[in-house]
């Protein structure tokens, strides 16, 4: 039977609280430069596990190798989330894990375009899309305890908030702390 996988990677619509118009699309070679700056921002240095010392290269490794892999071994998607002009504000991933069912989200916003509300947006629409067409049946969130402005894109995107993981996140060598939420199919009734 034919799965989303056979065709190519989807664009996908959202909309922000503000009415602004995103897309979900697939990284090109025109948004190194944004993926570039936005993988060297301090705060995304601190809350994720983007690679230290993001250089040029790394960003077009990003475009021809990362982000369409996803989707080429049928693991989710990364998409980069593009305003009404098609440039750049951040970038999503959706990875299925070892149980085909779940699969978790990482996400950043370019830090000129944080606080307009895109990432909730484009969040939603991701996680819906893999749990009506991916066959998810879960989507977890998870940040490091003290990532206030993840934690609001999650409830904002509707994911629920389920507790702490003790050590749940590793992190450059270390274990930390992690909250976790999810959205799942009856939350979509
Ligand atoms: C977390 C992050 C993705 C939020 O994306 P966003 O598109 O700015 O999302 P929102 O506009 O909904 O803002 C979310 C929260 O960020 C905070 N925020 C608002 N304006 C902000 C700004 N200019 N700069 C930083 N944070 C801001 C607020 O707490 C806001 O919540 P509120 O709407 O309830 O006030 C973004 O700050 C980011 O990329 N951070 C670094 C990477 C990171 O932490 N990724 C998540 C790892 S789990």
């Known amino acids: 039977m034919a799965t989303p996988y056979d065709s190519p990677q989807p664009v996908l ?43 040029a290269e790394m960003a077009a490794g990003f475009v021809t190798e990362y982000a369409p892999g996803w989707w080429q071994r049928r693991q989710g998607a990364c ?24 699969a978790d989200v990482g996400f950043i916003t370019a830090p000129y375009a944080r606080g307009r509300g895109y990432m909730p ?23 490091h305890v003290g990532n206030d402005g993840s934690r609001r894109v999650a409830e904002k995107a509707g994911f629920v908030f389920e507790g702490v993981q003790r050590g749940g996140c590793a992190h450059r060598g270390e274990r930390r702390d992690c909250w976790i939420a999810a959205l799942i199919q009856e939350d979509l009734a």
């Open 121 to 143: 947006a484009a969040l939603r629409a991701a996680a819906e899309y893999g749990l009506r067409e991916l066959g998810l049946a879960r989507v977890e969130w998870k940040a």
């Open 79 to 102: 998409w980069v989330v593009a305003d009404a002009e098609g440039s750049y504000v951040g970038q999503l991933d959706l990875r299925v894990g070892k149980d085909p069912e779940v």
């Open 13 to 55: 619509n959202a909309t922000t609280s503000h009415g602004e118009h995103l897309t979900l699309r697939p990284a090109e070679a025109r948004d190194a430069d944004a993926i570039q700056k936005a993988c060297s921002d301090p705060e995304t240095v601190r809350w994720t596990t983007v690679p230290l010392g993001y250089d």
